[in-house]
């Protein structure tokens, strides 16, 4: 099983805001190369499955709703220690916690609609990458 990928999604705001060239420009120009990538949605129920580990937390309702509202780009991008280095590229959930440079400190406004998804360890990677993308896909 391949260690060196992780998941990523550009959320709808980032995606209604015209963020998306630029994020992928940030990531591409970071050194991580797009093995699969789709521009789709999310219904309230797909979205739902996809955060079901939240389930129990306040903020499940509104992330659901949020992560369902509009278009979104789910991508695996490939890199040495991909999950690590795309975290760190992303920058801190709360975008006004978020390094300078990082893609939520330029892209994100607030703690919900934070502009980007990424995976935080190899196993959910790859269960998040198979969510989104066929076997063929994955190559
Ligand atoms: N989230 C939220 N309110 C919070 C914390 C998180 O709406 O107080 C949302 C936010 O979109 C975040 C997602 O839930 O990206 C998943 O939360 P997690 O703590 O896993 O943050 P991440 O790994 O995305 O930085």
Not at 4 to 25: C, E, W
Not at 90 to 106: F, W
């Amino acid at each position: 099983m391949a260690t060196n990928r992780t998941f990523t999604m550009i959320k709808p705001d980032a995606v209604s805001n015209g963020h998306i060239g630029a994020i992928l420009n940030d990531i591409i120009a970071a050194g991580f190369k797009i093995i699969a990538m789709k521009y789709t949605s999310l219904t309230a129920e797909t979205a739902g499955q996809f955060y079901a580990v939240h389930a129990e937390r306040p903020f499940y309702g509104e992330l659901v709703s949020f992560m369902s509202s509009g278009p979104i780009v789910a991508a695996i991008l490939e890199k040495d220690n991909a999950v690590e280095d795309f975290r760190k590229l992303i920058g801190a959930t709360d975008p006004s916690k978020a390094e300078p440079g990082t893609i939520r400190n330029k892209y994100a406004k607030s703690i919900d609609a934070n502009a980007v998804h990424g995976s935080d360890s190899d196993e959910n990677a790859e269960i998040e990458g198979r969510f989104f993308f066929n076997a063929f896909e994955r190559h």
